[in-house]
Structure formats: structure tokens, C-alpha cells
């Protein structure tokens, strides 16, 4: 039996704020080691000359995560100057620790040569191993040791930026991938909660209207009126089928296929007038200033609408409806109003159709207000403004 992975030593990731104090005790103790091989060393300069070079060379390393360049600039000026007066070869390792956050944080050139430099370091730090070790330090130490040193710490800090992106692509990928099997597992409950329902629905509507057309002769009393309304369920039943598969492909596919009918939008607001006229609801339409509207504005004018049309039906009917879908340059206008009983929904209770036209709105950065008139009736009145996100 394999034996359990220990625990990381890092189980969380670390903050900025400590990954800055991490660095700053880092720089904090090859400080004082710089400055011990210093004072061991006979140098010709005074004491606080000294400190304040070796200083110079490892302090500002504690900020590198902050201004990564700057602190390689200023930490590599005062490693070579500590270079040229014998303090030791151990400074170039300081400049190596700020390039690596150079190299890390700085967006990479489509010339960059990364693998010449990686192949030049890997020859310098054969070449230097070959060649063992020396007495003495300075200007042969720069070339010799330098070159090597700092690009395997530009190598470094370029291989660990491609790992990251390489992680937050894979990252993104993964995630794509769970927002699709979770749109196919949507697509497949409703398709079977509601599709069958409605299926079902649009079949016994039928075969009740027929069956009743069979035993009466004319459309004249309430047997007329019974048939009329099994038409209604049938034919609304159908149309919310159609729409709804139309809905299930595109949660099964991210593809637009030409042969899938297209989203309801504006154009199809006559349409939602015949339909509510055989329930019932006479709908007095004006649209006029909307062209060239985004298609998913189109679409939540269109739905807002719809469900507003609904209401009446659904609470009002036999009614007399209103429509009006205006706009101008700034904004688009949406009002619907009917003669029905305007108490239907109780105040500060609103029902889920006026919640989802309420989102509709708001996705645009719009406002809607639902309520009963003064003078009688519902009145449900939108604003949305014309220049808001296509896809929010």
C-alpha cells in the first residue's frame, strides 16, 4: 500500500507581506555575511565606507518584489563596485536574487533569446567548475563568474513565469470545462422536467379538442369556449417547446449552427400580440426608435415584454393591454399597461416574473417599477440605458 504524501510545509499560499518579510530577512543576513567577508579582508576604505557599500549591495534586496528592476539596477552597480575593490566574489549572488524577480514579473520579448542565455550559463558553470577553485577575487571574477550566475538566475525566474502561465492556463481550461458539463447537466434536467411535461401538455390538448370538436357542431357556447382554450394550451404549449429546444442546443454546443431558430428578439413582439390576442388580451403595440440595438438588449426587451404580456393573461384577461417600446440615443423605454384589477400582486410581494424582469433590467444597468395604477389597472414601466454592455 503506497504510503500518504506528507503534509506541505506551506499549506497555505503565502501573502505578499510575507513574501516581502521572507526577502527582507534574506537580505538581512547576507548583509552581515557580506560585511564579515568584508572586515576579514584588508580593504582601502575606511569603515563606514565599507558598511555603507556592502549595505548598498544587500539591503535593497528586501524590496525586489516591490521595484523589481530598479533594486537589480542598484543592487548590480554596487555588487560590481564591491568587486573592483576585492570585497568578494559572494556579491554577485545578490544581483542573481534581484534578477530572478526581474525575470519573473517582466513581460517577456517575442526575441528574447531564453535558451542562448540558459545554454551560456550551463557552459560558464562547467567551465568554472573545471577550472576549481581560486585565491584572490576582482575584475576576473566578474567575467568568469558573473555571466554564468546571472543568467541561470534569468533562466530561473523565465522557467517559473512559463510554469505559472502554464498553470492558469491549464487552470482556465479545467474551469471551461466544469462551466460545460455543468450547462449539459442543466440542459439535461430540463429536458426532462419540462420538455416531456410539455410535450404531454400539448398532446392531451389536442386530443381534448378534437374529441370535443367531434361531439359539438359549432364554436357557440361554453363548449366553444372550451375548445377555444385547449386550442390556446395547445398552441402556447408547442411554441414553448420549440423555444425551449432552441435554449437546450445552445447549452449543449458554444456553436451557432444556422439551422437552430434564433433567440426571440424585438421582431418578434407582433407575434407575442397574436398569441395574446387568442387568450384574451387585445395589445395595442408602438415600437419605434430601437433599431440597431445590441442582440441580448434586444432579446431582454423582448422577454421583459413578454412576461409583462404574460401577467395580463395570466391575471387580467379578458383584458385591454398597451405596449410601448421607445428609445433615443441615451435610452430605451419600455411601458405596459392594462385595465385589469391592479391588485393582483400584493405590494413588497413580488411574484418571479417581476423578479426575473427586475434582473433583466438591472444586467443593463437599467431600473424597473411594477405596481397598480391610480386610475386602475398594472402598470410595469423599464428604462435601460442604450449604451450598456452587450454581454454582461
Same mark, same amino acid.
Given at each position: 500500500?503506497?504510503? $500518504? ?15 516581502? !518579510?521572507?526577502?527582507?530577512? !534574506? ?108 585565491? +584572490? ?23 517559473? %513565469? ?41 398532446? #392531451? ?10 361531439? =359539438? ?34 447549452? %449543449? ?22 398569441? !395574446? ?52 440615443? #441615451? ?5 405596459? =399597461? ?11 410581494? $413580488? ?13 443593463? +444597468? ?5 405596481? $397598480? ?8 414601466? !423599464? ?10
Amino acid at each position: 500500500m503506497r504510503d $500518504p504524501d506528507p503534509p506541505p510545509v506551506f499549506p497555505r499560499r503565502l501573502s505578499r507581506g510575507r513574501l516581502i !518579510a521572507l526577502d527582507a530577512v !534574506a537580505a538581512a543576513g547576507a548583509t552581515l555575511v557580506l560585511l564579515g567577508i568584508a572586515m576579514a579582508r584588508p580593504v582601502e576604505l575606511p569603515v563606514w565606507a565599507t558598511c555603507l557599500l556592502v549595505g548598498t549591495v544587500g539591503l535593497p534586496v528586501a524590496v525586489r518584489r516591490l521595484w523589481p528592476l530598479p533594486v537589480f539596477g542598484l543592487v548590480l552597480a554596487a555588487s560590481v563596485t564591491a568587486m573592483f575593490l576585492g570585497i568578494g566574489w559572494n556579491a554577485l549572488f545578490l544581483p542573481a536574487f534581484a534578477l530572478y524577480m526581474v525575470a519573473l514579473t517582466e513581460r517577456r520579448h517575442p526575441r528574447e533569446p531564453t535558451l542562448v542565455i540558459a545554454g551560456i550559463s550551463a557552459f560558464g558553470v562547467l567551465m568554472g567548475t573545471m577550472a576549481g577553485p581560486r585565491d +584572490g577575487a576582482g575584475t576576473v571574477d566578474l567575467f568568469l563568474i558573473g555571466p554564468p550566475v546571472l543568467g541561470g538566475a534569468w533562466t530561473i525566474g523565465r522557467a517559473v %513565469r512559463e510554469r505559472r502561465a502554464y498553470a492558469a492556463r491549464a487552470a482556465e481550461q479545467l474551469a471551461d470545462r466544469a462551466v460545460t458539463e455543468e450547462r449539459l447537466r442543466i440542459a439535461r434536467e430540463l429536458h426532462d422536467v419540462v420538455s416531456h411535461t410539455l410535450s404531454l401538455i400539448g398532446v #392531451k390538448a389536442g386530443v381534448a379538442g378534437y374529441v370535443l370538436r367531434s361531439r =359539438t357542431t359549432g364554436d357557440a357556447g361554453p363548449d366553444g369556449e372550451v375548445s377555444d382554450a385547449l386550442r390556446v394550451i395547445e398552441t402556447t404549449s408547442r411554441d414553448a417547446l420549440v423555444e425551449m429546444r432552441h435554449m437546450l442546443g445552445m447549452l %449543449r454546443s458554444d456553436d451557432t449552427s444556422p439551422d437552430l431558430r434564433p433567440a426571440p428578439d424585438l421582431a418578434g413582439l407582433p407575434e407575442l400580440r397574436e398569441r !395574446a390576442a387568442t387568450a384574451g388580451v387585445r395589445v395595442d403595440l408602438t415600437v419605434h426608435g430601437v433599431d440597431g440595438l445590441p442582440e441580448g438588449m434586444g432579446r431582454s426587451v423582448y422577454r421583459i415584454v413578454q412576461e409583462a404580456v404574460t401577467n395580463v393573461v395570466r391575471h387580467a384577461a379578458p383584458a385591454h393591454c398597451r405596449v410601448m417600446v421607445e428609445g433615443d440615443a #441615451k435610452e430605451v423605454r419600455i411601458r405596459v =399597461t392594462d385595465d385589469g384589477p391592479g391588485d393582483r400582486v400584493l405590494p413588497g410581494s $413580488p411574484g418571479h416574473g417581476i423578479i426575473g424582469m427586475r434582473e433583466r433590467a438591472h444586467m443593463y +444597468g437599467g431600473t424597473l417599477t411594477a405596481g $397598480p395604477r391610480p386610475e386602475g389597472g398594472f402598470e410595469v414601466s !423599464a428604462r435601460l440605458p442604450r449604451h450598456a454592455s452587450e454581454d454582461p
